[in-house]
Structure formats: C-alpha cells, structure tokens
C-alpha cells in the first residue's frame, strides 16, 4: 500500500526530519516537498544524503491551492504560520501539524501518541505536541492519572539543544560563538508551551493546574531535550516507577527506566524515557523525561501520529535504534 504524503517547510530542521522518517517509511511514498526560502531547488541540493528516488523531487512554493493528490500532509511551519493555510486544505487530505497553531485547537486532536492513541486513531486533524510538553507530559502521565501527585504547583526545569529554535527562526544568539560553553534561561513564565501542558495537566488528572512553573533553558548541543519536574505527592519513588510500567505496558515507544535518563539515549529516535525519586516523607516527587527534541519532540511523532490516523501499525518507519555515540 503506498499512501501518498507531502512535507510543507521540509527544508527547516523538523520538516527535515520528516523527510529523512517518510523516505524509509514502508508505506509513506513523499510526492510534494514545499518551503520559502529552498523553492525551485531539488531535493538532494538542500539534502545531498537522500535516497536517489526523491533525490530529483523539485521543493515547491508552498500554495495550498495548488497541491497535488495528496493522502497525508506534514506541515512543519513556524507558529502563527500555519492556521489559514491548512484552513484551505480539503478534508479528503489528512494533516499533521508539527507547528503550533493547532494544539488544542477544536477540530483538532492533541497528539500526545503513547498517552490517547486511541483518541487519535481515525482523526483526520492531528496536533503534534510541542517538544517540551512531549518530554514533560510522558513523563507526568502516569503519576497524575494515578493521583500519586498533586496537578498543582508543577515546577518544571527543562534543557533543550539549538535545533529546538529551527533552521528558520535562528539568528545571532543560537550562532556556535554564543551557544558553545553557555547556558541560557528564556522564555520565563510566558513560553509558549505553557497553555498546552496545562490543560494537558488538566485533562489527565481532573484538577486544577494553577501555580505551573516552567523554565526551559538552551544548552550546547545539537539535539535532546531533558525535563526534571518537581511535583507534591506523597508516593515512593518505587510506586512511581511502577505505575509508570502499567501506563505504558505494551506501548512500543515509552522506556520506564531506574536510574535518570541521558538525553543521548533518545539521539535520533521515537524513543520517551521517563524516570522519578520521591521522598513521600518531604511530599516531593520528581519526574524526569528525556526526548530528542526533533525525533519524539516533533516529526517521531508526527509519524507515529500519522501512523495512527492512516490505519498503520504504530512503528511503521520509526523502529531504528537510536545514535551513538
């Protein structure tokens, strides 16, 4: 079965990553690659590694109204740039949006693949999770929907690499001169992963969010994400992981591990590792989960997501082994 699929902002870094995920994808066949700034140039000239059959695949100006026979699309555009485009696009052709114009948007289902899956499959409008709610929110699942935390006064502390900014979007001070040998805060108190977390901390435990606390930080790497969450709860660190394991029984994707998870195990993967401590006698759990940032945190699990929509099985194309070192 070949299921025809097309990339918009396939030359920034997570429209990249989908490409190189669809050209090994069993039944993704890639027909329509669109960006800005790459238009007119082919395929293996913006990536000289593609496979020699897209390599003469022209990139496009992206124009919703000129779009060929398409079954699935993969929009990977700047937030803010995508909501008319694909406002355009007919309902025949199934959307996932790596961008963040759509999260929890009506019309649309929240991706979060390894928690709802169920809650996808079938949709035609998926939202891909930002990378910091995909990191954050995997690692939380478990504990809210058991009720071993508080969904309250969540303080959340989370390290990104520079491909987090994108391709399109950096400037001077993701440059190697500032990033290298550097750490930097940003976003403080109104970044733009904020609303979709908390209502995802909502949705899953049944209270209130209120008093949410996340600061993510850019760190010298290329890729990963590692997010350490302080929560209130009374439950060992034993029955935390435990609960995890139940959670995530038979999902392919969510590895429960004992010890804190490195963010170079999930380098190049689909791949969520979750892990916690708990002290119940000073009420403190910690969650940790790690992700690449481009893999789980944007077109992993956009495939999975389109995986789901179209029927698949879930690791279709997403079951190579992570990169190292």
Same mark, same amino acid.
């Given at each position: 079965?070949?299921?025809?699929?097309g990339i918009v902002g396939i030359s920034g870094f997570g429209g990249g990553e989908a490409m190189?995920?669809?050209?090994?994808?069993?039944?993704?066949?890639?027909?329509?690659?669109?960006?800005?700034g790459s238009a007119g140039s082919r395929l293996v000239d913006?990536?000289?590694?593609?496979?020699?059959?897209?390599?003469?695949?022209v990139i496009e100006k992206w124009d919703p109204a000129t779009l060929p026979k398409l079954d699935v699309l993969f929009a990977s555009l700047p937030t803010g740039a995508?909501?008319?485009?694909? !406002?355009?696009?007919?309902? *025949?052709?199934?959307i996932v949006d790596i961008g963040g114009d759509h999260r929890y948007v009506e019309g649309w289902a929240y991706g979060l693949?390894?928690?709802?899956?169920?809650?996808?499959?079938?949709?035609?409008?998926?939202? *891909?999770?930002?990378?910091?709610?995909? !990191?954050?929110? *995997?690692?939380?699942?478990?504990?809210?929907? *058991?009720?071993?935390?508080?969904?309250?006064?969540?303080?959340?502390? !989370?390290k990104t690499g520079i491909s987090g900014a994108g391709r399109g979007g950096a400037d001077s001070k993701f440059g190697y001169a500032e990033s290298n040998e550097n750490l930097v805060p940003y976003g403080l108190l109104k970044h733009?992963?904020?609303?979709?977390?908390?209502?995802?901390?909502e949705r899953l435990s049944g209270g209130s969010a209120a008093g949410l606390v996340f600061t993510p930080h850019l760190v010298p790497m290329t890729r990963g994400v590692l997010a350490t969450m302080y929560c209130r709860g009374r439950a060992?660190?034993?029955?935390?992981?435990?609960?995890?394991r139940r959670f995530y029984a038979g999902r392919a994707f969510v590895r429960v591990t004992d010890k804190p998870p490195q963010t170079k195990w999930a380098t190049g993967s689909n791949l969520a590792f979750v892990s916690y401590a708990a002290d119940p006698?000073?009420?403190?759990?910690?969650?940790?989960?790690?992700?690449?940032?481009?893999?789980?945190?944007?077109?992993?699990?956009?495939?999975q997501n389109a995986n789901l929509i179209c029927g698949l099985p879930e690791t279709a194309g997403l079951d190579g082994v992570p990169v190292w070192p």
């Open positions: 079965m070949s299921i025809r699929v190189r995920l669809v050209a090994s994808h069993p039944s993704f066949e890639l027909i329509y690659a669109a960006g800005e913006r990536f000289p590694g593609v496979p020699a059959k897209l390599a003469e695949l995508s909501a008319e485009a694909l !406002a355009r696009i007919p309902k *025949n052709v199934k693949a390894d928690v709802w899956p169920d809650q996808i499959e079938g949709q035609i409008r998926v939202a *891909n999770p930002g990378c910091f709610p995909a !990191a954050t929110l *995997n690692a939380l699942a478990p504990l809210l929907a *058991n009720k071993l935390i508080e969904p309250g006064n969540i303080v959340i502390d !989370a733009v992963h904020m609303p979709e977390m908390a209502k995802t901390i060992t660190t034993e029955q935390c992981l435990e609960a995890a006698e000073r009420n403190v759990v910690i969650a940790m989960g790690v992700v690449d940032n481009l893999g789980k945190g944007a077109a992993g699990q956009a495939v």
